[in-house]
């Protein structure tokens, strides 16, 4: 089938499947899920077709001369376009099963559907105009999604979400402007060819401005305020497409206009997304080992994920600045790769939380506990999203980190002194970034799946749905199977690595990885053969030593008291509490501890304890810029008077300055 | 025949562990137990029966296995008395560090399995520790790679023969502050003891009894034996086995088994001279580590100039 009908036919589906969910009656809403499955396997088959075929534009709706709606999708596009499908693919089976009882799952299955074709929209943008128009039709769907639980957390964190993203368009918009009046194009074909006119400094605001503007989307750091706010309170298929996908335009953004339509610039480039990546990462991760909430730890790791991409992109960069064409094509290949992985693991991992929460009744790892026995298979998909997250071999973030790592490493064959330092300490940071995350999951897993259950409804927890387990299956299994065979998803995206950094890295041969330039090599497949070869082969060899011998069950060891009780076990607030003192300054942490005595100092009555940290960039940089335009809004409130010989003064008066610099 | 010197550090790990018992315990003028005493013990381990706590799930049966079929993977990623070994394809130093981090994650699940306090105790303290040392060690082995032009274990022991550099001492003091953290020495963790309050590795471990503990504590010594090696391989690779002809297979072992032993004399050294310290005085001793590996990065650039 054509290109074109491959779009047509998506969209079409995605339209009806909106549509439908409209309809009151329940069993067509849940049927409209499998509209959008098709929706999603058309998209699907469009990737492919542009990653191998030639750019391909699509008939253009012209609303004027100058705006027209107009479609165009390369390799690039392409790669997000698979993307976008497989991950909305699995996602859509698991609303099938998830969304049939819930209130207002009409309103949320029409958005639902609006939002994903947004995010093909943004992705196969041709000009401006259509950018603009995708961009905020997803950025007002994700708003209404995000609302959909009419409370009073919801509608605040929308609230929040909704400003911070307009701030973002705003400096889009700017940047937009900025290169039409270079280059005097409107599409990014145009733009691209037209950009040796734009001066080196103009060149380097549309920089900072896609830094700010499309890092607000993304959730760089100190950007990212809205992330913790808007996923919680998100339904958690929504929280999965917001950040497996949405954050992603983000990316996509920063990619289109600073490496495709600028094609380079200084190395300084590069080595500030390094330096804003390796921040977002560390202090991503640091803000979510502490979270209690399940989905709000997940939020936070987010931000990590996002910083670890960035890292590859600034490396990439970084090299294609300095002309070293094939060490940027391994760390662009990198970043592109953990885009894919991110959005499979926490896709898995944010549908894991939706099935706790609706199992376990509550979000809080606090209330959880034993959840393992109750709901094995969410636990095990759980478990696969958690050790690739935390970058553990043979999974795809193992994969992906690796060869960030690697591109990293090959900082030092840049001629630039800052590379050869910024590089390595880059590595470090994500060693350290790995490190953390491992703790984070080990807390989340522990506390959640293990040990007894701390609370009734956690004792009473019941697996989800069959289509729930299967749509995370969807994203888990793929998790494994991306980290055993790379060069599949490789495949996907070393076209668009090849369109933006004119090289192929030279990296799979028969199944393994390999840096060229090193000879660094990796087979995750071959360490996972040998693993399970060792691990049967000692099962068999203790068998033979040691004789078949009984396993008596019995308590934990209680030190001598009787019964452990649920209340007795590490808590997740415990586990942490290592974390927060070693990294006391940049958590800033406050205690609260009231002690009621009978007879003081010697018969305690209660104590009660409560813990906090100092949100620092919403007290050190939001509320300072938000209360000086409180006081600039309230200044300007004066000339707000109300009474319309004043208003009729000011007109006259503007009048008068008219004529006056008009002539 | 080189793509079996795995093995080496399979059966001979349990020795390391006792020559550095008994060293130590004849540095404190004691007899202390016989160095082939660690074997005696995993044998003892796979012949009793087994208690399992009732709360725990299948993690908890797992991990031992995955434990110490991480580590032994890890054991033949590296080289040890020849760089001929056709599984540097399989890994390289950072899928090492990872394999690893593998196997922690899953002791740490398991310590939390069981629901108990010394458990959760155990893996919080264990996991907070690989936080201070995991980017400090990726920096020395960083330096090292970066100076070798590679991550490859066969290539960085192939290139240079003795790593004497600055840069390379530094690293290599760093690296072996990290040896002694991840194998849960003094004056990090206390290998010795059972007291509830200072114990990480072994809390993390306290409900494992018979042959699961005896993987477990097998796969430590593996662990520990690899990171001694992964040492001598990255900063004094003499006498290997080469493709270019190097020494001979016998000679090679006998010069590994003496590098092994001043690993063991320099670990009972440290052991033997350091008081363990309070878990929050870790971060410094483990950050000026790491600043060691900073230095010895930027020492290698501005040298290399």
Redesign the interface.
Known sequence: METEQYLLSGIIFFVVSALSALVPAKKIRTTAYFLSLLGSLSFLFLGFNLITAAPASFPVLAVSSYFEFALRGDALSGFFVITISLITFAISIYSIGFTRDMARAGFLGFFYNILILSLYAVVLSENLFTFLIAWETMAIASYLLVTIERTEKASRAGLFYAVMTHIGTAFIIVLFFLLYRATGKMDFEGMKAGIAAMPADIKSVVFVFALIGFGTKAGLIPLHTWIPRAYPVAPPQVAALMSGLMVKMGIYGIIRICMDVMGQGPEWWGITVIAVGAVSALLGILYAIIENELKLFLAYSSVENIGIILLGVGASMMFKSSGLYALSSVALAAALFHVLNHALFKGALFLGSGSIIRGAGTGNMERM??L??RMPYTGLFFLAGA?SI????PFNG?VSE?LT??SL?LG?QSPS?TA??VS??G???L??T???A??G??KA???S????PRTAEAKDAREGSPSMLIGMGLLAVPCLLFGLFPGLALSWLLPAVFALTGAFPALESHG?L?IGQ??????PA??LI???F??VA??LA?RI???K??????????CGIRG?T?R????AT??????R??YKRIYLPSRDLKVRYVLKPFFVKSIQYGGEITPFFERYLYEPVTGFINVVAGKVRLLQSGSLQLYLGYILITLIVLLIFGT | MHNFQFLIIILFSPLVNGLIKKLKASMQGRVGPGVFQPYYDL?RL??????????????FKATP??V???T??AA?IVPVVSTLSSF?????V??LI??F??A??FM??A???????????G???E??V??????????AL??A??SA????LV?IATVQSVNFSPSHLLALSAFLVAIIAETGRVPVDNPDTHLELTMIHEGMI??YS??YL??MEWGHFIKQMVLFTLAVDIFFPAGMVQASGGVTVAAAAGIYALKMLGMAVLMALVESTRAKVR??QL?SILGSAFVL??LS??TH?MMEK
């Open positions: 506990g034993g393992l026995k050790l935390c970058a553990l071999p193992f690796w790592y690697q490493l030092y002194i050869k330092i390595p300490l590595g470090a940071a060693a350290l790995g490190a953390i491992a703790a999951f080990v897993f522990g506390i799946f293990l040990g007894m393994v390999v090193t000879s660094a090599a990796l087979s071959a360490l040998t693993m399970i060792m691990a000692v099962l203790i030593m040691g004789g011998r009984k396993t008596v069950y019995a308590d934990s060891w209680d452990l649920p007795m076990q590490y808590t415990a586990f942490t509490k290592p974390l003192i070693i | 044998l796979l012949k009793k029966d087994m208690v399992v706590s009732t709360v725990t799930s299948w993690i296995y995955i110490f079929a991480a032994v993977v033949l540097s394809i399989t890994g390289d950072i899928a990872y394999l981090a593998l922690r994650f740490a699940l310590g939390l399995d069981a629901g108990t306090g010394f458990g959760g105790e893996s919080s303290r996991m907070t690989a936080i201070l040392v995991e980017p400090m060690m990726m920096l960083f330096t790679a970066i032009g590679s991550t490859n290539r306290l409900e018979g042959r005896a993987l878990f929050f971060p590996a900073f990065l930027v650039i």
